[in-house]
Every structure is written in structure tokens, then in C-alpha cells.
């Protein structure tokens, strides 16, 4: 059998002997042989597998339980249920002994420099705390030991804002900087910073500032001595100490406060905070009683205001009887208003002659109250819960009254006389009052509007509407009668001035006739005159044209005649220019083939003299002039000058003798 690297062989005895590294096996016993390489199994040994090994990173480890006590690889004693790590620090690669069992694989946990987390039941120096925790922050890494466990995570650092805070509360006594804090105590760190808690506190909540605007409030309760209070008006951050207040209010207000929210806001209407100050705006010309049940005492707030509860204060709900007839309780209300307004009841009144009647009346009011600043004055107008349906009753008791001592007839003629003399009364002059006062809470009805009187009784109604019927007959045959006289009077009048009319209108025709042909005399002499004038215009109009056109036609042939001359100055110029380049591009040919000839002659006589060499040369500068000259010629040389450094020469005579002269 070949043992690969990272494999071993799983062995046990068939009875006891002594294996090949010379240590003693017991029967059933079972080992490893880890040795790489050919390996052949005793008589007494049975191969009952291949075990591979496990590869560990350095993000990887391998998480193994004993399954009895023995010593491991490493070296290390091991009890039976151990559990433990096995990471690349103690190996690359790990084969699992007989006697160990693979939990399982454990990955790395990383934590950044902004993150941290809490070990439950940590292992320190090799033994496991129950029921403690390890705080470890970043930026580390490191594998989680058997029976630890993260709580709630990997974390990230709190980061607090400038108005946000932590609420913190300890679980057990620790030192906190060169604080000492019990358990139980609560405190609060505040922001900007990053924030780590330590093992021994308890996060409660995260609180930021509540932004209050000058009409906005909070309710706050102290937790120590449980203190009710508001803050009004500023930014404010709980203390440790501090909780948000919830002020419940009884369903009728919360729905009045509701109703007011969303005719404000409409669709966008949010729920009232209960943690926020409770206000109502009252309405321009009302009131609103606030009770405080801590102090006992009522307070009346006049609109337009902002009415904000205090903790201990409750609003005085008003219901009020509303409908047609009245009925109790149909309307409720935070604030009463002061009016002047009205309000409309229907009563039943009986006659002295037993005719049942329907009146619907119509009673204008308002309260007079004083000086908002007189307390027991503006408590007065609280005084009668309901004013409106007592005010109905009250008036409707009075009018009965008096309509019972007054036939059907006389009612008939003077129902609003006997209402208003019943509800107002008499001065001592006999005269009907203006106003009616009701001195418990100083509402003043000023006026009754008697809109409808109809009889309760059908053989009343019909005899009323037969009566009625006959007086409009009366009335209206009358009134007929005096319309068909005013009709013939103001026909004779318009007659009349009919007539007189035609009479003016002819005369003013006559008139009119006259001036139309003073007119048309005029018109026809101013006519001829703007002919002839006319006529001299167009014609002294044609000789100015005929003048323009011939001195715009003179500046035309100008104009024709300058343009001509530059363009034969500009053709003359052009041909001028190209003689002048062709005859500079005949003297540069020129010049090229005489300085090229020269070249050639140039050439020729250093390759005769190259030819010639030296001693030719010294020959002929010593040869006689006869020989010289056919010398010469016979080179195709016309003159020449031989000469060495030590001869001088007279440059002026060579030239001149070079130049043909002796």
C-alpha cells in the first residue's frame, strides 16, 4: 500500500503485538501511520482505511473534539469530550487522530477599525468563562474558540452626531475613566464622538435633540421624583434622568383637536404626538376655559390665541343644544364664541281662543364680557353650560306666556309687538326695550326675527289661508285700480310730449339741411383748389426724380469707369511682375551653369595635376620656356603658376601675367 503526503493509514490489532516501531498494540486498538511511502500491514494489523488530511489558511481552522483521553500530534493531553482548535500557527495541514472527531470548519472573523463585537462565554488562558463576555474591537482578527459565540454580531462604533446622545444604564459596577458607576445607574454620552460600550453597560436608546419651534412644546416626566413638566419654545436634549410625558386627553377633545388638524392640514393630517404640548388655536372673537386640577383653578384665554396645556390642565368641553327645534348635546365645542350671531328655535304657542301655533324665531346675541383682564368676568361666561338651549327655553317661556293672554285675531295682526314687548318688556315710559340681558353668564339678545307663523291646527291653517287669500284679493284689485290710472295719466303725458318732440325735430332738420349745403359749397371749392395743388406737387414730384436718376446714372458710369482703369492697372501690374520673375529665373540658370562649368574646369585641372604628379611638375617648372609652353598646351592650359614655399612671388606681376599682360 502507498502513503501519500497528507494521507495516513488507519490501522487497528487483530491481537495484541508489537508493531514495526517497536511499540506495544493491544487487540482492537486502532492508530495512524502517518509515514509517507510503500507500506506492507503485519499479519496482526488491518488496514481499515485512508484518512486525508484537512488544509488550513490563515482564514480557515479546523474545529476537533476528543472523543477519549489521549496524547495528540502536538504533543498536547487531551480529555475525552475536549474540544479545541487546530489552526495553520500549529500546522498546514492536519490528519484527524482515531481518537478525534471533526466538528467541523471554522472561518475567520475580521473586524474593521470601526466595528467590534462581544464574545459570550470566552475562553481565557485555556479555560472557558461561563456566563461572562470579552469585548474585542478592531481593527483584529481571530477565530471564534468552541463554545464561543458572538453576541448580536460583528458591530459597528456608534457614531453620535452633534444633538444626538446615548442613554446608558450599567449592569454591574465598573470604573468608567476616574467615574466609578454602579449598577443601576444611568447616564448619558454625548455627541459628536464614536462610541464603544463597554462590557458593563446597556445601551437603552439613542436620543437626538427635539428641534421646538416658539409654539411647540414637550411634556417631560422626571423618573426620580416624578415630575410633570413642558418645555416650550427651544431645542432640547432629555437628561439621564428624563423621560418623554404621554398627556392622554379624553376622546371628545381628541377628536375636536383632530377635526381642527385637518381642516388646517386636509389630506396631509398626521396624528397628534402625545408627547407633544396639547394646542388648540381659538378662533378669533371665542374663548377657552382651561381647568388645572393641580392648583384648582380655571383660566379663560381669549382668540386669536394658541392655548397650550399645561401637564395638570384639561379644556372645559362646552355642549351646546344645536338643531331646529333645539335638541341638548347636538354640538361640542373647545371654544365659545362671543359672537354677535344667531341663533333659530321653533316653539308651539297657544292662543286665549285655543289656536295652536308654530312660530320659528330667529335671536341675534353676543356676550359683553368687560376687560379680558377681569378674571371673574370672563369666568361668568363659562357659568351656563349650555346658554344656547337654556337662552331658547327661557325666550320660549316668555313668548308662551304672552301669546296665551292674546286671541288668535290680535296675534295675527301684532305677532311681532307682542313677541318683542314679551321678550324685552317695557321701560316705565311704556316703550318696547332694545336687549334683553341674562345676568348669570351676560348674554345679550338684541333682536327677534320672526321668520314663519303657521297654525298647529288644520281647520286654523285653512281658515288663516282663506282670510289671507281675501286680504291679497283686496289688495291686489286695488292696486290694479290705481295702475290703470297712472297708466292713462302717463299715456296723455307721453302724448303730449310726442308732439312737442316732432315740432322740435323738424325745426332741428331745417337746421341741419342748412349747414349741410353751406358744407357741400365748401367741400367742393376746397376740392378744386387740392386738385390744382395736387397736380403742381406731382409734377415738381416727377422733375426731382428724373434729376436723382440721372445723378445716381452719372455715379454709376463713374463707378463703371474706375472699376475698368483698375482692372487694366491690375492686369499691366500682374504681366510686369511675371517678366520680372522670368528674367531672375534666366540670370539664376545662368549663373548655375557658370558656376558649375567652373566646377567642371576646376575638377579637370586637379585631376591633371593628379595625373601628372610631382616629379612631372618639378620637371616642367625647370624645363626651358619653349618646352614649358608645348608642355602647357598639350594640357589644355592657357597659364599656369608652379611655384614652392621658399620662392617668393609678386602677386601683382602673376596676376597681370595670368591675365595675358607681360
Not at 472557558?128 to 460583528?154: D, M, W
Not at 384639561?314 to 362671543?338: R, W
Amino acid at each position: 500500500i502507498i502513503v501519500h503526503e497528507n494521507s495516513a493509514l488507519k490501522l487497528r490489532a487483530r491481537q495484541a503485538f508489537t508493531d514495526r516501531a517497536g511499540k506495544q498494540r493491544t487487540d482492537g486498538e486502532e492508530w495512524l501511520w502517518r509515514a509517507s511511502g510503500a507500506f506492507l500491514p503485519d499479519v496482526h494489523e488491518e488496514v481499515l482505511g485512508v484518512v486525508h488530511a484537512h488544509v488550513l489558511t490563515d482564514k480557515k481552522a479546523l474545529h476537533v473534539k476528543a472523543l477519549s483521553s489521549f496524547t495528540d500530534a502536538f504533543g498536547k493531553a487531551r480529555a475525552a469530550g475536549q474540544e479545541w482548535l487546530v489552526t495553520i500557527d500549529d500546522a498546514p495541514t492536519h490528519i484527524p487522530d482515531v481518537y478525534e472527531k471533526v466538528v467541523g470548519e471554522v472561518q475567520i472573523t475580521t473586524l474593521t477599525s470601526r466595528q467590534y463585537a462581544v464574545i459570550r462565554d470566552p475562553v481565557v488562558d485555556g479555560s472557558q468563562r461561563f456566563g461572562q463576555k470579552q469585548l474585542r474591537k478592531g481593527e483584529r482578527s481571530f477565530f471564534l474558540k468552541p463554545g464561543e459565540r458572538l453576541e448580536q454580531g460583528i458591530q459597528n462604533v456608534i457614531v453620535l452626531g452633534e444633538e444626538e446622545a446615548l442613554l446608558l444604564t450599567a449592569t454591574e459596577q465598573f470604573q468608567d475613566g476616574e467615574t466609578l458607576r454602579k449598577a443601576g445607574d444611568r447616564w448619558m454620552v454625548y455627541g459628536p464622538s464614536d462610541y464603544i460600550p463597554p462590557i458593563a453597560v446597556n445601551i437603552l436608546e439613542k436620543r437626538k435633540s427635539i428641534p421646538l419651534d416658539q409654539n411647540e412644546g414637550i411634556y417631560l416626566r422626571n423618573l426620580t421624583s416624578g415630575k410633570v413638566s413642558m418645555i416650550v419654545g427651544q431645542s432640547y436634549m432629555l437628561k439621564p434622568d428624563e423621560e418623554l410625558y404621554v398627556k392622554h386627553v379624553p376622546p371628545v377633545v381628541e377628536s375636536l383637536l383632530e377635526k381642527q388638524g385637518r381642516d388646517d392640514a386636509g389630506v396631509e393630517f398626521r396624528a397628534r404626538d402625545p408627547t407633544r404640548v396639547v394646542a388648540y388655536r381659538a378662533p378669533h372673537n371665542s374663548a377657552v376655559q382651561v381647568y388645572d386640577y393641580k392648583r384648582h383653578a380655571a383660566r379663560v384665554v381669549f382668540g386669536p390665541e394658541l392655548v397650550k396645556l399645561a401637564p395638570e390642565e384639561e379644556f372645559t368641553v362646552l355642549s351646546l343644544s344645536g338643531g331646529v327645534p333645539k335638541q341638548a348635546a347636538k354640538l361640542q365645542s373647545l371654544a365659545l364664541l362671543l359672537g354677535p350671531d344667531f341663533m333659530t328655535d321653533v316653539i308651539i304657542v297657544e292662543t286665549s281662543d285655543h289656536a295652536r301655533l308654530s312660530l320659528k324665531l330667529s335671536y341675534n346675541w353676543h356676550f359683553e364680557y368687560g376687560s379680558p383682564d377681569d378674571a371673574d368676568a370672563a369666568a361668568m361666561l363659562f357659568s351656563v353650560p349650555d346658554f344656547t338651549g337654556d337662552t331658547c327655553k327661557a325666550i320660549g317661556s316668555l313668548i308662551r306666556a304672552a301669546v296665551a293672554a292674546t286671541t288668535f285675531d290680535d296675534f295675527h295682526k301684532h305677532s311681532a309687538s307682542i313677541i318683542r314687548s314679551a321678550v324685552f318688556g317695557r321701560d316705565e315710559s311704556g316703550n318696547v326695550m332694545d336687549k334683553l340681558v341674562f345676568s348669570a353668564n351676560r348674554l345679550v339678545i338684541t333682536n327677534i326675527d320672526i321668520q314663519s307663523v303657521e297654525p298647529v291646527d288644520q281647520r286654523t291653517r285653512d281658515a288663516l289661508q282663506k282670510s289671507v287669500q281675501l286680504a291679497i284679493e283686496i289688495t291686489t284689485t286695488s292696486q290694479e285700480a290705481a295702475a290703470r290710472r297712472e297708466a292713462q295719466r302717463l299715456e296723455q303725458e307721453a302724448h303730449g310730449k310726442l308732439e312737442r318732440q316732432k315740432i322740435l325735430d323738424e325745426a332741428e332738420a331745417e337746421k341741419s339741411r342748412k349747414e349741410l349745403v353751406t358744407l357741400q359749397a365748401a367741400s367742393a371749392a376746397v376740392e378744386s383748389t387740392g386738385q390744382a395743388t395736387a397736380e403742381a406737387k406731382a409734377r415738381a414730384e416727377a422733375a426731382h426724380i428724373e434729376g436723382q436718376a440721372a445723378v445716381r446714372q452719372a455715379e454709376l458710369k463713374a463707378q463703371a469707369t474706375r472699376i475698368e482703369a483698375q482692372a487694366a492697372l491690375a492686369q499691366l501690374t500682374a504681366r510686369q511682375e511675371s517678366e520680372v520673375t522670368h528674367t531672375r529665373a534666366l540670370h539664376a540658370l545662368e549663373l548655375d551653369k557658370a558656376r558649375k562649368l567652373a566646377a567642371i574646369e576646376a575638377g579637370k585641372l586637379e585631376s591633371v595635376v593628379q595625373a601628372l604628379g610631382q616629379d612631372v611638375l618639378i620637371d616642367m617648372a625647370s624645363a626651358s620656356e619653349d618646352a614649358r609652353a608645348d608642355l602647357i598646351g598639350g594640357l589644355g592650359l592657357s597659364s599656369v603658376l608652379i611655384t614652392d614655399s621658399a620662392s617668393p612671388l609678386n602677386l601683382l606681376e602673376t596676376v597681370e601675367g595670368l591675365s595675358g599682360g607681360k
